[in-house]
């Protein structure tokens, strides 16, 4: 079974650019998460989405944005890119909602996109 | 406000236990979590606690819950060289409806373990 995966693995990008990343969660899973990841930090939530519609929001500016497709899958766009955006982005999945043991109320994490804004 | 606070760093022998302690701030929390996350890689699950809940073991992992004061910590026993890592305690906020769960993480405790 394919776990989480986000692409791309890594990105350079001017700042005022745009950038959007994508993710496809475990397959059966409808709920996807974003976290940014500053180094030396705990990941910090951005985004939340089950069944295509947002959940959930962070303390993130109006710069970042996601969606969700029928299949699941999710980007995360980030507008006006600036230095500080320059960070590992995490994306999760997980069964919320799906019946089952208690195992699925844990998120699954892929391997992140490091983004580099220069 | 939510605020999960870990010790940086915590350096252990091989053989011996390590014990990484987290506190957190929000009594509402309802589930909390202990992630893994070796050099460049995601993060993966190693274990969890519901809030009503004292204690689970997992192996060589064994979660304690301290709800009055707020404390959480992870014992791995038997440390190897391999469990050399960033440890991550986590806590679940919000009510059991779907999607409304996001993790608020503290900010790492690295382990290293010397052979």
């Known amino acids: 079974d394919a776990g989480v995966t986000q692409s791309p693995t890594h990105l350079i990008k001017t700042r005022g650019q745009q950038v959007t990343l994508r993710c496809s969660p475990i397959s059966g899973h409808k709920s996807v998460s974003w976290y940014q990841q500053v180094l030396g930090q705990g990941p910090q939530f951005i985004f939340q989405?089950?069944?295509?519609?947002?959940?959930g929001r962070g303390n993130f500016p109006d710069r970042f944005s996601a969606r969700q497709f029928p299949n699941y899958s999710s980007e995360l766009n980030v507008n006006a890119l600036l230095l500080g955006d320059s960070a590992l982005y995490l994306c999760?999945?997980?069964?919320?909602?799906?019946?089952?043991?208690?195992?699925?109320?844990?998120?699954?994490f892929g391997s992140g996109t490091r983004l580099t804004v220069v | 406000g939510e605020d999960v606070e870990q010790s940086l760093f915590l350096s252990v022998r091989e053989g011996d236990s390590s014990v990484i302690n987290c506190t957190y701030t929000?009594?509402?929390?309802?589930?909390l979590y202990w992630y893994k996350q070796e050099p460049g890689a995601g993060l993966q699950l190693l274990t969890y606690?519901?809030?009503?809940?004292d204690m689970k073991q997992d192996q060589r992992l064994t979660v304690l819950l301290n709800k009055k004061d707020k404390h959480l910590s992870l014992r791995i026993a038997d440390t190897q060289t391999g469990d050399s890592a960033i440890y991550f305690c986590?806590?679940?906020?919000?009510?059991?409806?779907?999607?409304?769960?996001?993790?608020?993480f503290g900010s790492g405790t690295r382990l290293q373990v010397q052979p």
């Open positions: 986590a806590e679940s906020l919000g009510n059991m409806d779907m999607g409304r769960r996001a993790l608020t």
């Open positions: 989405y089950y069944e295509k519609e947002e959940r």
């Open positions: 606690i519901f809030s009503n809940m």
């Open positions: 999760a999945s997980s069964s919320v909602g799906t019946g089952g043991g208690v195992r699925n109320y844990g998120y699954t």
């Open positions: 929000d009594s509402s929390s309802t589930y």
